[in-house]
């Protein structure tokens, strides 16, 4: 069974940078669909961003030009890369792995920008 552990989150000043970081086990990593979503206080889980086992990427159109997802497929890591933060990008991120229609979630890392 898959489990999924993130970690990086904290409290950022607006315009800072966080790198999130996301430790898959088992052994179908490489061949996943890896995302990154997040869940701010009263709204929906969302799509931050994803990236599939060839490297193609997507990105909310909130982060275009922000955020940068990659992944280590020999670390079983994948990594996200937020620039510029802003307070409204506060949330709780989750990790997130797709395969076959069968999806994994990680417990998520609380992100706070704030000054």
């Known amino acids: 069974q898959v489990q999924l552990v993130e970690s990086g989150g904290g409290l950022v000043q607006p315009g800072g940078s966080l790198r999130l970081s996301c430790a898959a086990s088992?052994?179908?990593?490489?061949?996943?669909?890896m995302g990154w979503y997040r869940q701010a206080p009263g709204k929906q889980r969302e799509l931050v961003a994803a990236?599939?086992?060839?490297?193609?990427?997507n990105y909310a159109d909130s982060v275009k030009g922000r955020f940068t997802i990659s992944r280590d497929n020999a670390k079983k890591t994948v990594y996200i890369q937020m620039n510029r933060l802003k307070p409204e990008n506060t949330a709780v991120y989750y990790c997130n792995l797709r395969i076959f229609g069968r999806e994994t979630w990680g417990q998520g890392t609380q992100v706070t920008i704030s000054s």
């Open positions: 990236i599939t086992s060839a490297g193609s990427t």
């Open positions: 088992g052994s179908i990593f490489s061949t996943s669909t």
